[in-house]
């Protein structure tokens, strides 16, 4: 029999799988036209099977079934078709055993061989990981793309900061489907919806309010208590432990390719995925693992990425992605030699060139680190002032000075975020938030020949504030020769705890006194060209993205605008405090 298969699909819909609890969940299947058993590919996300999103993974269902494959899309608990209730943290906790025993009932099909892959990016690529840890043995692949980690490195928080926008957009977003549920009445219902997308469509504003433990759309809809509980509870990680894959992977025996973007909002949990799973996964197979980085967004995998249009060789669906994971599955669930072990592990887009490379590790083992210092004369306050980046260790030099007002904070513009449409995601040009004068701009001169940058890219800034606690955010930017700043990553380190990563508990700041802040500013590939500049903004804030740090020291949420505290931040360049942001440089052959 040939393995494309030429005849018409069977199609069912809502097909029922009951769990151990009782809870019903449904799936729609979609399988060759032909007698026969097919190993089965499962896709199981909250967002509607019956109208997947084209950007999750194996889009192109034919495509799969055409290949010889039975495809199963299922909702999961308490989404659309599905019973029960869904709440991220009580749901999460149930999602390995649903999919456990979802991936259990395909292997038994009477048209299925036994063996099951799984795809799917985001909340699905966390469905993946969950059903993984119980081990499956049906179980054979799986393609993880644009997937946390860390749920406080990226999803909850980032160096300490609540990723406001992004959990208020899609959590009143992901409640739209249960307001059936939750009123029987026809009138109450539509009431409910009605106020829900006035909230959603008013979440610009919205944010703006303080304090932030009566952020107005939770209070009124009461449908996301569990941002609120955030807020209280800090970066507990027992409360979010069902979320995160930390110290999890020796369990993992299942291949993954992971699939990432360099303006994703997963980004760094992909590769940590990648880079345990190379290093600690529970069996060979799993030591086998891939990661695929192109120049994409979280939710738009084409060749434009904001402003920036990176070619169409970029593009998801030219750069063949569904015919990527095909082969993954070819090899591991079917059992054919694709070649694909023999392939290097990493590929990547590198920006600026804009090409595709292949290499066999990550970070690459060629890769120079080197420290471009921050320089002035004390003014480098905007893109108009005397900041200066170079290799050039700093001697004495007067230290640069910013106000920080968290009622007037620097905008998000851009970036590795998913956020209300007022807030594209993706490369913008930074001019106007470095006309600011509350950003330090340090840029090099005209580069002279190419310097690429790929992989993980950190800050060391020496700096003191007024205030007991404050935030510093810090963005690597490739201006080019009409002075377009094109923003390539960025990150965050809130004060209190600016040794989280040395599980140390937070603390609060001595006013005044120079502490040393490492801010992760994840990874990145490009090239900056011959007559372009590097340049690093140094700021206090990126809002709504990140909440703002009303300084004052207090528990967070609990400060009403009139309770905010203005910084007078001072960042430090001299021999005693070299700040620096360390670049991964690759030679250029």
């Not at 009580?90 to 991936?103: P, Y």
Request: proline content about 6%; some cysteine; overall charge negative.
């Amino acid at each position: 029999m040939s393995e494309q298969l030429e005849n018409q699909m069977i199609a069912e819909f809502d097909v029922p799988v009951e769990m151990r609890d009782g809870i019903v969940l449904r799936a729609n299947i979609y399988r060759p036209n032909q007698e026969g058993k097919w190993p089965v590919l499962l896709h199981r996300h909250p967002y509607n099977k019956d109208t997947p999103p084209i950007s999750f993974g194996l889009y192109d269902i034919s495509r799969a079934v055409r290949q010889g494959y039975v495809v199963i899309v299922q909702d999961t608990r308490g989404r659309f078709a599905s019973e029960g209730e869904w709440e991220l943290i009580s749901t999460s906790k149930q999602e390995a055993s649903d999919t456990f025993e979802t991936i259990q009932w395909a292997s038994t099909l009477p048209y299925s061989n036994g063996k099951v892959g799984m795809f799917g990016e985001s909340y699905s690529a966390f469905v993946q990981w969950a059903g993984m840890l119980k081990n499956p043995r049906v179980l054979k692949a799986a393609t993880p793309s644009f997937s946390w980690s860390d749920p406080f490195d990226g999803f909850m928080y980032r160096g300490g900061a609540l990723e406001l926008g992004f959990l208020s957009y899609w959590q009143l977003g992901m409640y739209l489907d249960t307001l059936s549920r939750r009123y029987a009445d026809e009138q109450e219902r539509a009431d409910a919806l009605a106020q829900l997308v006035s909230d959603i469509d008013q979440l610009k504003t919205e944010m703006k309010t303080l304090p932030l433990k009566q952020f107005a759309p939770f209070a009124r809809n009461k449908v996301a208590p569990f941002i609120l509980e955030h807020v209280e509870r800090g970066m507990d990680q027992d409360y979010v432990d069902a979320l995160s894959l930390k110290g999890k992977y020796d369990k993992f025996t299942v291949p993954a390719l992971n699939i990432a973007g360099w303006y994703d909002i997963f980004l760094q949990g992909t590769i940590e995925n990648f880079l345990k799973m190379r290093n600690k996964g529970g069996s060979p197979e799993a030591r086998q693992s891939k990661l695929v980085i192109g120049p994409w967004m979280h939710l738009d995998h084409s060749h434009q990425a904001g402003e920036i249009n990176f070619g169409l060789a970029a593009n998801y669906a030219v750069a063949d992605m569904v015919g990527l994971q095909l082969r993954w599955f070819d090899h591991f669930v079917k059992g054919k030699d694709t070649g694909m072990i023999n392939e290097a592990p990493v590929k990547i887009f590198v920006m600026g060139e804009n090409v595709w490379r292949d290499e066999y590790e990550w970070p690459l083992a060629r890769t120079n680190y080197t420290s471009y210092y921050l320089h002035s004369q004390g003014h480098a306050n905007t893109l108009h002032g005397d900041g200066v980046l170079s290799t050039i260790m700093p001697d004495q030099e007067p230290a640069d000075h910013y106000t920080y007002d968290p009622l007037n904070p620097v905008i998000t513009k851009g970036g590795a975020i998913m956020m209300p449409p007022d807030f594209s995601s993706g490369a913008f040009d930074q001019r106007e938030i470095e006309s600011r004068n509350d950003v330090l701009v340090y840029t090099t001169p005209v580069l002279e020949n190419d310097v690429e940058v790929t992989g993980p890219v950190k800050v060391k800034l020496w700096a003191s504030s007024s205030a007991v606690d404050t935030d510093f955010v810090a963005r690597l930017v490739d201006v080019h020769p009409d002075g377009y700043a094109q923003n390539l990553t960025d990150g965050i380190i809130r004060a209190r705890y600016r040794n989280a990563a040395k599980g140390e508990a937070p603390s609060l700041i001595e006013p005044g006194k120079a502490y040393l802040y490492e801010i992760d500013l994840w990874s990145t590939s490009n090239v900056f060209k011959k007559g372009h500049r590097i340049r690093l903004d140094i700021t206090s804030s990126n809002f709504p993205r990140w909440d703002r740090n009303p300084n004052t020291g207090r528990q967070f949420g609990e400060d009403r605008a009139e309770d905010v505290v203005i910084a007078r931040q001072t960042v430090f360049h001299d021999a005693e405090h070299p700040s620096c942001i360390i670049l991964p440089i690759i030679p250029r052959r």
